[in-house]
């Protein structure tokens, strides 16, 4: 991965000529990787050029340069396809079968399949150059299982089995790159999620309150790319004729057979065309497999959000708990407030400026206190019975 990187890095104008020297040299596998690398940009502005990975059949990688109208002639692409794999805007994720390449746009890795190679716009992300190596070194390891292969039906007359052909391969990288960083996502989430969520419940505070509302953020994006990924899939696993696009290999040895005007492989491959939309057994095998799992990862996700819902249920429950003691404690506040008053206005009417009996007595003092004390606790025991009785409160 290092020396992959290294070769896809910016060159240095000091040393351009031995970065033009190093790009040359063959790697490990003695394969020659990234050749005819333009070291003098990745991409010349001035004349619409685009730096493009190319990876063919036999696992061979180079960095070619394009444009854009070259691109849509070398692939049969219209231009809003290639808008699709425009790193400068977001678009949500598409598989798309046409007449001779597959537009895939899976989070990251966003590329043009074709019957003989692989184009992904060159990048320094990790998510693209990890594509290319395990792309690479599938097909390295297809090679030489089908070699084997080979030399075990010559000495066995047995049949070989059946491959799939360059455009699956590729396509089930990138579905494999894109369900697993889609589950890696969801999984971080998980790990921060739960913790969080269980000292919410008991602690409930303005910081995790707002550290709960950007997890919650997180949550509904990582969904809503999840269940895109996922109708995609379902919405090629439910068209034959979609899935039928795709078979870019048998397509091109149709039109070849077409081309060099062989009748009887003429006659077989129309035959074989209409029975296409019936034989996508290969293709939907591939696609159920990276269903399920995305589908396992909208699950995750969706077991995620429920917990959410839930704590945050449950915090609405203790806050409206706590919201009803306090309007418990205010209404037996203003019933001791109302009890109160009482006193004060047998104060004021014993303060007016007339002259009674009443007045003469030295204990009449005692008795207004003693009978407007009694009189106020009489009146806030009943006002405690009605709120029992109206079940107000729990007493």
């Known amino acids: 991965m290092a020396e992959l990187k290294e070769r896809l890095l910016p060159p240095k104008p000091a040393s351009a000529i031995n970065l033009r020297d190093s790009s040359f040299r063959p790697s490990a596998s003695g394969r020659q990787p990234f050749q005819g690398v333009d070291v003098l940009g990745l991409k ?18 180079q960095i070619i340069e ?22 400068l805007f977001v678009y949500p994720s598409t598989i798309l079968g046409r007449e001779k390449a597959i537009v895939v746009n899976l989070e990251q ?13 060159n990048s320094l992300d990790s998510y693209v150059l990890q594509y290319v190596v395990e792309l690479q070194r ?25 491959y799939l052909p360059f455009e699956f391969r590729a396509l089930e990288v990138a579905l494999e790159a894109a369900c697993t960083f889609l589950d890696s996502q969801a999984a971080e989430l998980e790990i921060e999620a739960y913790p969080l969520l269980d000292e919410l419940t008991s602690k409930i505070s303005t910081l995790n309150l707002e550290r709960v509302r ?14 895109k990924v996922r109708d995609e899939i379902e ?67 969706t077991s995620l959000k429920e917990y959410i819902d839930d704590t945050e249920d449950f915090i609405n429950i203790q806050l409206d708990n ?6 418990q404690f205010e209404l037996l506040l203003t019933t001791a407030t109302f009890v109160v008053a009482i006193f004060g206005v047998v104060a004021g009417i014993f303060g007016m400026n007339f002259t009674i009996p009443f007045f003469d007595e030295p ?33």
């Open 235 to 301: 919405q090629l696993m439910d068209d034959d004729g979609d899935m039928a696009e795709m078979y870019l290999t048998e397509k091109k040895s149709r039109m070849e057979a077409s081309f060099y005007g062989d009748q009887s492989v003429r006659h077989e491959s129309m035959r074989s065309s209409d029975s296409t939309t019936d034989s996508v057994e290969e293709l939907e095998m591939l696609l159920e497999a990276y269903f399920v799992v995305i589908d396992s990862t909208l699950n995750k996700l």
């Open 109 to 121: 890795i966003r590329c043009i399949i074709t019957a003989d190679e692989v184009l992904l716009l």
């Open 66 to 87: 394009v444009d854009k109208f070259s691109m849509m002639r070398r692939c049969d692409l219209p231009a809003r396809d290639l808008r699709l794999l425009d790193p």
């Open 138 to 162: 599938r097909l390295t390891a297809g090679d030489t299982n089908r070699r084997r292969s080979r030399n075990f039906d010559n000495v066995f007359g047995n049949t070989s089995p059946d």
């Open 44 to 61: 010349k502005r001035g004349q619409g050029l685009r730096s493009w990975i190319r990876v063919d059949v036999s696992g061979n990688s």
């Open 214 to 227: 950007r997890l919650k953020s997180r949550l509904v994006a990582l969904t809503r790319r999840v269940q």
């Open 322 to 327: 706590v919201r009803n003691q306090l309007i």
């Open 363 to 395: 204990a009449a003092f005692k008795w207004v206190l003693i009978i407007t004390g009694v009189c106020g606790i009489i009146i806030f025991c009943a006002f405690v019975w009605f709120f029992k009785y109206r079940r107000l409160m729990p007493l």
